[in-house]
């Protein structure tokens, strides 16, 4: 679910940046102060949410171990559902990729 936040977050600065580039932003500060407190570094946001995919699947291959080692305090529901949100997020994480690299290429076919 954080990482469902963290590409939301990406995603609205993707566009608050669209939208300065279309000129339909006049000032940038007139977007409020409570979105010039929360200005965060893209490649921090970038940063933080795949660390964040590379915890879970950490945990996931965590999880996995401990079950193939029959350890009884890990059961075949949290076995299942600590590998499935392993995999949502990591292909979150690919959706995400994709549609930058989409943007950077739209981007870059841009005559100016």
Known sequence: MSTEMQIDQVLAQ????????EGQLADPAATGAKEAEQTT???QVLRESIEAVDDSQAQAAAVTEAFQKGDPSVNVTELMTTLEKASLSFEAMNAARDRLLSAYREIMSMSV
């Open 14 to 21: 993707m566009r608050a940046l669209s939208a300065q580039a």
């Open 41 to 43: 570094d893209f490649s």
